[in-house]
């Protein structure tokens, strides 16, 4: 077995390479993403190994397909970037980790959450400079405040138990609600209207694309704040920025943004960064933007590493995969 990990970072190496050792199986690190002028480099594997921002598209698949690639690995949750269909039209597997370690991400919601609210990244950089003045860094009390928890998989019902230990108020929707959830459901519209905090926590699909946009935003309540920590692309951005100039938005906390693909988990310091809306999103002072780090914990990493080289190893040896996406 051959595999070719792709958009490789220096934690993947420590956390994969000790497994693949392990498990005797022989591997290719590449740090640029899969693409039209890198696909080529999975000549010889049987299994490609992609993240969330490496390109899996119709075309790219023919490609490995012709390379001989019998299997896609995603070392994450989300797939929305692999046309999955058209790899089952060639007989290609695809298996990702759907559970990795969901408390990462929620803790990091609200981390977000508490920051933006409480500013403390501002008073950090303050006392840095051993000024001590309070003056714009009033928030306001979690507690008693409705969040709005949009998607309650494991990952959004993890936050909802972090939100009610601030004593805060849950209203929750979900296309499929969960039976027996201690949670209020409510239409996407009541919970658009009732909430003061609404937190992203569902996937990338065609029915999620831009699902908060220009209409959501008429809907919300004046100085709503918006928690996004699953798929930059549920947000239209542009409509996120005309609410939060009109102030009918009051703040927002991203760890993921629709174009991050040239820009996220890279050093792009010393460029001039030459898209306008993630400039001026991070140019406003209601808005803290992450680098789509929520799932960057010790633990997730090595849940990642062992669930991606377990699926590998049960499609070789079986054919078939629990964690296959179908």
């Known amino acids: 077995m051959r595999i070719a990990f792709f958009d490789t970072k220096s934690y993947d190496i420590e956390v994969f390479e000790p497994r693949l050792k392990q498990a005797k199986i022989k591997y290719k690190f590449y740090d640029t993403r899969l693409g039209e002028d890198s ?45 999955y269909n058209h790899a089952h039209e060639l007989g290609m597997h695809v298996v990702r980790v759907p559970a990795y370690s969901p408390y990462a991400v929620a803790e990091h919601a609200m981390a977000l959450l508490l920051t ?13 400079d051993f000024n001590f003045a309070l003056k714009g860094l009033t928030g306001f009390d979690l507690h008693g405040k409705t969040v709005g928890v949009i998607g309650t998989g494991k990952i959004g019902r993890i936050f909802i138990d972090i939100c009610k230990g601030f004593g805060m108020n849950v209203i929750a929707y979900d296309k499929f609600p969960i039976d027996g959830l201690d949670v209020t459901y409510k239409s996407l519209d009541e919970v658009y209207n009732e909430a003061d905090i609404i937190s992203f ?40 920025i005309q609410g939060l100039l009109e102030k009918k938005i009051g703040g927002a906390c ?35 933007v992450t680098s789509h780090q929520a799932f960057l914990t010790k633990e997730a990493l090595e849940n990642i590493a062992s669930t991606t080289i377990e699926n590998v190893l049960t499609l070789d040896s079986n054919n078939d995969c629990i964690n296959e996406v179908n």
């Open 254 to 288: 991203l760890d993921v943004y629709e174009e991050e693909a040239g820009y996220f988990y890279e050093d792009r310091s010393e460029d001039i960064i030459d898209d306008s809306t993630l400039s001026r999103l991070i140019s406003m002072p209601n808005v803290i």
């Open 39 to 83: 696909v080529v480099l999975a000549k010889g594997c049987d299994t490609v190994c992609v993240f969330v921002n490496d390109n899996v598209s119709a075309p790219i698949i023919d490609k490995l397909n012709e390379l001989g690639v019998k299997n896609i690995a995603c070392r994450c949750a989300g797939f929305n970037n692999v046309d």
């Open 116 to 128: 933006l609210n409480r500013k403390t990244h501002k008073a950090y950089l303050r006392t840095r």
């Open 201 to 240: 926590h569902c996937p990338l699909t065609k029915g999620t694309r831009h699902m908060f946009n220009l209409g959501s935003i008429s809907k919300v309540k004046q100085g709503v704040v918006i928690v996004n920590t699953s798929r930059g692309a549920l947000i239209d951005a542009n409509a996120l």
